[in-house]
């Protein structure tokens, strides 16, 4: 069956970088687009960016701090967020794309932000 | 950006009964509406895509309708693993944002 597993929870301070890995199983990873979406405490699913097999966009909120990569030989997704904020404190989720919709997610990763 | 508004942002309801939720968009999305379901603590789960189509495996008491600006899901007989937030998302341009979440809870 199709699973996202995500790496663990992380504590940076802000100013820092903070990087997030993906790893998928149960299908052709190459095929589908992966998408990054977070979710702050207690508010709602903000969309980040995807990558297909060549390409990526961001959401403009996010552009110049947030960069996504993929390993195909991995199978593996990455989201990396620099000169975090306090308000970046969230969790941050990674899903597949499959026609125009997300069919499944990673279990989700938080990161807190706090000096 | 296409901005989605839900309402309400919560309700409180029994077991049994029917629950219908709404979701309107700023601008014409024609069918590109997406539902999910998320328990606390829990990633999202697709229920419906393409506005009416129901997700493999999610029981048939969810449907949902709608198209333009104006869409629905709703609950046939609210069950005690219905409680959780609802979410749409609109697929039609990128960004593909989603509305602010309606939460069901138990009266």
């Known amino acids: 069956q199709v699973q996202l597993v995500q790496s663990g929870a992380e504590v940076k301070k802000p100013g820092a970088s903070v990087k997030v890995s993906c790893k998928a199983s149960?299908?052709?990873?190459?095929?589908?687009?992966i998408h990054w979406v977070r979710q702050a405490p207690g508010q709602g699913l903000e969309w980040m960016a995807w990558?297909?097999?060549?390409?990526?966009k961001y959401a403009q909120k996010f552009e110049g701090r947030v960069t996504v990569t993929r390993d195909t030989s991995r199978s593996t997704a990455y989201m990396e967020l620099s000169r975090l904020r306090s308000d970046d404190t969230a969790v941050y989720y990674c899903?597949?794309?499959?026609?125009?919709?997300?069919?499944?997610w990673g279990q989700g990763t938080l990161v807190t932000v706090s000096s | 950006d296409i901005q989605m508004t839900q309402s309400p942002s919560s309700l409180s309801a029994s077991v049994g009964d029917r629950v219908t939720i709404t979701c309107r968009a700023s601008q014409s999305i024609g069918a590109n509406l997406n539902w999910y379901q998320q328990k606390p603590g829990k990633a999202p789960k697709l229920l419906i895509y393409a506005a009416s189509t129901l997700q493999s495996g999610v029981p048939s008491r969810f449907s949902g309708s709608g198209s333009g600006t104006d869409f629905t899901l709703t609950i046939s007989s609210l069950q005690p693993e219905d409680f959780a937030a609802y979410c749409c998302q609109q697929s039609y341009i990128s960004p593909w944002t989603f509305g602010q979440g309606t939460k069901v809870e138990i009266k």
């Open positions: 899903a597949r794309q499959i026609l125009r919709n997300f069919d499944s």
């Open positions: 990558i297909s097999s060549g390409d990526t």
């Open positions: 149960g299908y052709t990873f190459a095929g589908y687009y």
